[in-house]
């Protein structure tokens, strides 16, 4: 059944969200250099399967295939003029396992760095930036999405594009921001956690949080840097199943499920309401992280 993140929040319990799509993608046969989101065309069954897998895990929040789903992105592999159609079948395909489940599921709309480097820095200027983040919104609402997940920020500016153009689609939609602190505990543009949560708690969003980078440890201290400054923001928690290491043509995570378990009770503890996974994992990662959520909640 579906449901909406406010509802799951106001519950005052930990909320537990799924686990990697890129690792399962290629896990079911993916090329490698090819968009991830032709798959919510082509390949439509895959992506539903994983969508349930992780339901069936246990999370109660799926994220929408569409992490690299903005034109900019697109455009490498020259499918720009096909952004609506992409992350409107993300947002459809997703909505359909929510609506089947058993227990209560949000559908959260992916929304990743539009990948460009933003002006001054960079040549892209704002406001295209902005564009392609209004487009790749409106095209997940109309999809069916309940919340608006903006992740792996680096750049505040850049997030502050990506919260207006989803507010321009829909000004009272809920809107949730992860950024990843993956360069000795800052962004790779230079932002501390604790900047990052003040800058953030200023945009009335849902949640708030970090995402992937260099595995549990690095997710653990931002969240309790967060926390410091910002005590009653929800915050969100979806670490790597550990650090990445190359071998061979794919890249290896050693996070095991039962580490991730351990992990989701320590990060739980340091302030995170929402706690996932993200690369690396899989639907085993949060199965085991459920369990462990529920057993410390039926211990306390």
Known sequence: ?????????????????????????LSLGLPRGVEPELWNVERPEEIRRIHRDYIEAGAQIILTNSF?????????HGLEDRAVELNIAAADLAHTEAEAAETPVVVAGSMGPIGAVMAPLGDLPFEEAKFAFIEQAGALVDGGV????????SDLEEVRAAIEGCRQVEPDFPIVVTMTFDTHGYTVMGVSPQAAAKALSGFDLMALGGNCGNGPDEIE????????VVPGVVLVAKSNA??????????????????MAEHALRVQRLGARIVGA?????????????????????DS
């Open 278 to 298: 993200c690369c690396g994992s899989t639907p085993e990662h949060i199965r085991a992280m459920g369990r462990a959520l529920q057993r410390d909640r039926a």
């Open 242 to 259: 550990g650090a990445p290491r190359i071998e061979g043509d794919r890249q290896v995570y050693d996070a095991t499920p039962e580490i």
């Open 146 to 153: 309940d919340v608006l997940w903006i992740e792996t920020m």
């Open 221 to 228: 201290a931002a969240i309790e840097k967060m926390h410091s």
């Open 1 to 25: 059944m579906n449901a909406t993140l406010q509802e799951l929040i106001a519950t005052e319990e930990s909320i537990l969200t799924d686990g990697g799509m890129g690792t399962m993608l």
């Open 68 to 76: 690299g789903g903005n034109r900019q992105r697109l455009s490498f």
